[in-house]
């Protein structure tokens, strides 16, 4: 038995200090904070830390809204560094393998924060939050998963395919703020999964430019073929007649399912109504944006201006003071024909 032993001996070891070295890799491309201490903070420590991750680094989906009531944003900032952390794992390490051995460093710290037992603040501050709003475990894995499937996935054959991507990269998301809020049902679920996924399309159609030169088009294949797109024009960079021509499919699409995702809106407490307002507003505008710019995503990147984005804080706001502006009641109409 003993040379049996000797054998597997060096068998292994390169490979842990292979794990080992794609792990420091790691770390080292990653800012300094995020590196797993020694010694536990305090939650009081922990809730500060995912607070200024949150606060300065908000340009993805700012979950920590002014509008919600004070004593839930320690929840949505630890969901909101969770969230921002693990993509930055995924997409800033510049090495598909890195990213995965650090999302699996960071899925370790997940199951230990299930068990009481991780270090790092953001876990810290997401464990009172789990035991305090009963969270399962599945959407923050799930991300994970998705994050991993970045790294391994660049195209995708069908819409459906697409959208099996969101359940884990975008529906999540909407899930653990409906936990957070206690408006957690089954057909809540559903419609945000709606809102969460219509939400990624939108951002997908924003950035088809900047995902392409990063190696990954979530344009579906199938649907490229049909209007005759391929990836030459995209490289090229020249929205063709065909090009515009699938973009206003794609933007129709993610229309449709933002419409079906508006009647949660009027389904949850006003404080997250007004949140889920604005979020929908907002990806509405991008595609109303993409359309300005007659569906050329590839020329320029269509942008929300500072004004824009001002006019659709107010408009949410009145829909918190009348509930019949917001857009999942009546007055959706009026918002449509707009």
């Given at each position: 038995?003993?040379?049996?032993?000797?054998?597997?001996?060096p068998?292994?070891e390169?490979?842990?200090?292979s794990?080992?070295?794609?792990?420091?890799?790691?770390w080292a491309?990653?800012?300094?904070?995020?590196?797993?201490?020694e010694?536990?903070?305090?939650?009081?420590?922990?809730?500060?830390?995912?607070k200024?991750l949150?606060?300065?680094?908000y340009?993805?989906?700012?979950?920590?809204s002014?509008?919600?009531?004070?004593?839930?944003r320690?929840?949505?900032?630890?969901?909101?560094?969770?969230?921002?952390?693990?993509?930055?794992?995924?997409?800033?390490?510049?090495?598909?393998?890195?990213?995965?051995?650090?999302?699996?460093?960071?899925?370790q710290?997940?199951?230990?924060?299930?068990k009481?037992k991780?270090?790092?603040?953001?876990?810290?501050?997401?464990?009172?939050?789990?035991?305090?709003c009963?969270?399962p475990k599945?959407?923050?894995?799930?991300?994970l998963?998705?994050?991993?499937?970045?790294?391994?996935?660049?195209?995708y054959?069908?819409?459906e395919?697409?959208?099996?991507?969101?359940r884990?990269?975008?529906?999540?998301v909407?899930r653990?703020?409906?936990?957070?809020?206690?408006?957690?049902?089954?057909?809540?679920?559903?419609?945000?999964?709606?809102t969460?996924?219509?939400?990624?399309?939108?951002?997908?159609?924003?950035?088809?430019?900047?995902?392409?030169?990063?190696?990954?088009?979530?344009?579906?294949q199938?649907?490229?073929e049909?209007?005759?797109?391929?990836?030459?024009?995209?490289?090229?960079g020249?929205?063709t007649?065909?090009?515009?021509?699938?973009?206003?499919?794609?933007?129709?699409?993610a229309?449709?399912?933002?419409?079906?995702?508006?009647?949660?809106i009027?389904?949850?407490?006003?404080?997250?109504?007004?949140?889920?307002?604005?979020?929908?507003?907002?990806?509405?505008?991008?595609?109303?944006?993409?359309?300005?710019?007659?569906y050329?995503?590839?020329?320029?990147?269509?942008a929300?201006?500072?004004?824009?984005k001002?006019?659709?804080?107010?408009?949410?706001?009145?829909?918190?003071?009348?509930?019949?502006?917001?857009?999942?009641?009546?007055?959706?109409?009026?918002?449509?024909?707009?």
């Amino acid at each position: 038995m003993q040379p049996d032993k000797e054998t597997e001996g060096p068998e292994l070891e390169p490979a842990a200090r292979s794990r080992e070295a794609l792990i420091e890799a790691g770390w080292a491309a990653l800012p300094a904070s995020y590196r797993i201490p020694e010694v536990a903070p305090t939650l009081e420590q922990a809730r500060a830390y995912c607070k200024q991750l949150a606060e300065s680094h908000y340009e993805n989906f700012h979950v920590a809204s002014w509008f919600l009531p004070r004593e839930l944003r320690p929840h949505f900032h630890a969901i909101y560094a969770y969230c921002r952390i693990s993509d930055d794992l995924g997409d800033e390490v510049g090495d598909p393998a890195v990213a995965l051995a650090m999302l699996g460093v960071w899925e370790q710290e997940l199951n230990a924060c299930y068990k009481g037992k991780s270090r790092h603040p953001v876990f810290i501050a997401l464990g009172e939050t789990i035991s305090q709003c009963g969270v399962p475990k599945e959407p923050f894995a799930d991300l994970l998963m998705a994050f991993r499937q970045d790294q391994m996935v660049t195209r995708y054959a069908t819409m459906e395919d697409v959208l099996a991507y969101c359940r884990y990269s975008a529906n999540p998301v909407g899930r653990l703020v409906l936990y957070a809020c206690g408006e957690a049902d089954e057909e809540q679920f559903r419609l945000s999964d709606l809102t969460c996924s219509a939400l990624q399309l939108a951002n997908f159609w924003q950035d088809v430019r900047e995902d392409y030169a990063r190696g990954r088009v979530y344009l579906p294949q199938k649907d490229m073929e049909f209007f005759r797109v391929s990836d030459e024009i995209l490289a090229e960079g020249i929205a063709t007649p065909e090009f515009r021509g699938l973009m206003r499919y794609e933007v129709e699409y993610a229309r449709g399912l933002f419409e079906e995702g508006l009647p949660l809106i009027g389904m949850v407490s006003r404080d997250l109504a007004l949140d889920l307002d604005l979020f929908s507003r907002g990806g509405l505008e991008i595609l109303r944006a993409i359309v300005r710019q007659d569906y050329d995503v590839l020329s320029g990147r269509p942008a929300l201006s500072k004004s824009t984005k001002v006019s659709l804080a107010l408009r949410a706001v009145m829909g918190k003071l009348l509930p019949f502006m917001r857009l999942g009641s009546a007055g959706r109409r009026a918002e449509k024909a707009a």
